[in-house]
């Protein structure tokens, strides 16, 4: 009875911690990383961190939507702000109902989405954050249009 009482006080806990959102639209490029192990994002400045950013070859507001599209229907996401060339979403985990955010930030010059995954609470997300992000540009990825405009 006492181990189950003190799990349900940590997740209380964790839950009532479940507000360090990222504080809006970035300015040039997405906010580094903690130095806890529970976020990567393709501009951190630490290798251990960095994912790969979203690649297009589509027209920028033909991939923002298809992002946006692909986002919306990713199971337990919610977006919670779009701005021209910005899109914050956020993921609950399954069991416990703990808040991933994931931003994703246009790059026109780099013809793509710079991204970035972070826990809000917790220290370490034992890779749920760099998987998601994977299976999240495998699938953009695979849905972008050919030359003729087909998506693949």
């Not at 393709?42 to 961190?49: K, N, T, V, W």
């Not at 297009?56 to 701005?83: K, N, Q, T, Y």
Request: neutral net charge.
């Amino acid at each position: 009875m006492a181990a189950t009482g003190l799990v349900l006080l940590f997740v209380a806990g964790c839950r009532a911690m479940n507000s360090q959102r990222p504080s809006g639209p970035p300015g040039s490029r997405l906010p580094p990383c903690p130095d806890s192990p529970n976020c990567v994002g393709s501009e951190d400045p630490i290798a251990e961190r960095r994912v790969e950013p979203f690649p297009f070859e589509d027209a920028p507001d033909a991939a923002f939507g298809r992002l946006r599209e692909l986002v919306s229907h990713w199971p337990r996401a919610r977006i919670a702000e779009v701005i021209p060339g910005y899109l914050r979403a956020e993921f609950r985990s399954a069991l416990w109902g703990f808040i991933d955010d994931v931003e994703f930030r246009l790059d026109l010059a780099g013809s793509c989405f710079q991204v970035r995954s972070a826990a809000r609470v917790g220290y370490s997300d034992f890779g749920v954050n760099r998987r998601r992000l994977e299976k999240l540009r495998t699938t953009f990825h695979t849905s972008q249009p050919d030359a003729h405009g087909v998506s693949q």
